[in-house]
T-cell receptor
Framework: GDSVTQMEGPVTLSEEAFLTINCTYTATGYPSLFWYVQYPGEGLQLLLKATKADDKGSNKGFEATYRKETTSFHLEKGSVQVSDSAVYFC?????????????FGKGTKLTVNP | DAEITQSPRHKITETGRQVTLACHQTWNHNNMFWYRQDLGHGLRLIHYSYGVQDTNKGEVSDGYSVSRSNTEDLPLTLESAASSQTSVYFC??????????????FGPGTRLLVL
């Protein structure tokens, strides 16, 4: 079945550092791809999404590009802030049998120090 | 503003008791989902529904049940709570139609402790 693999965490960075969180996927068909963010004590929030190959999703300074050739959707931010400390989840839409479920990676915890 | 709410936010119960967690959304979304979140496992799907009277099992459905009698609510019932069901539970909904049909919107979570 479809699956998502994220880089293992935790990731610790200093403020203003460059962030990359790797995400690769296995899927039949052409799934949509998502990044969700979970701040401490809260539910998941949609951060960005891309629905087809070469699309770039962006929000709050974060970007990710849907790369079909490498089956990847890596999350990047040029300069992280302390307020970006959270757990980040990569996900894809399950295309099998008309399902509208999302398949999530295990999450990557990011800590940004001042 | 439309939203998705969960209640209670925190619950302590004893082994063997029946527990029901509420989920209510005001977006009029067709699809609703229940997940549990545990360290090392990420999010795991328990049950989901694509509309009124429709329910489906997810990957970890044993010991849980849901019912969908209206569009707004999908309560999750633990028939006989077990310590292995101590977890944080998240409800989510998605439109099921239109451009953002797959995008899921999450509630704030319920932290459940089974003693």
């Amino acid at each position: 079945g479809d699956s998502v693999t994220q880089m293992e965490g935790p990731v610790t960075l200093s403020e203003e550092a460059f962030l990359t969180i790797n995400c690769t996927y296995t899927a039949t068909g052409y799934p949509s791809l998502f990044w969700y963010v979970q701040y401490p004590g809260e539910g998941l929030q949609l951060l960005l999404k891309a629905t087809k190959a070469d699309d770039k999703g962006s929000n709050k300074g974060f970007e990710a590009t849907y790369r079909k050739e490498t089956t990847s959707f890596h999350l990047e931010k040029g300069s992280v802030q302390v307020s970006d400390s959270a757990v980040y989840f990569c996900a894809l839409s399950d295309q099998q049998g008309g399902s509208e479920k999302l398949v999530f990676g295990k999450g990557t915890k990011l800590t940004v120090n001042p | 503003d439309a939203e998705i709410t969960q209640s209670p936010r925190h619950k302590i119960t004893e082994t063997g008791r029946q527990v029901t967690l509420a989920c209510h959304q005001t977006w009029n979304h067709n699809n609703m989902f229940w997940y549990r979140q545990d360290l090392g496992h990420g999010l795991r799907l328990i049950h989901y529904s694509y509309g009124v009277q429709d329910t489906n099992k997810g990957e970890v459905s044993d010991g849980y049940s849901v019912s969908r009698s209206n569009t707004e609510d999908l309560p999750l019932t633990l028939e006989s709570a077990a310590s292995s069901q101590t977890s944080v539970y998240f409800c989510a909904s998605s439109p099921g139609l239109g451009l953002n049909q797959e995008t899921q919107y999450f509630g704030p979570g319920t932290r459940l402790l089974v003693l």
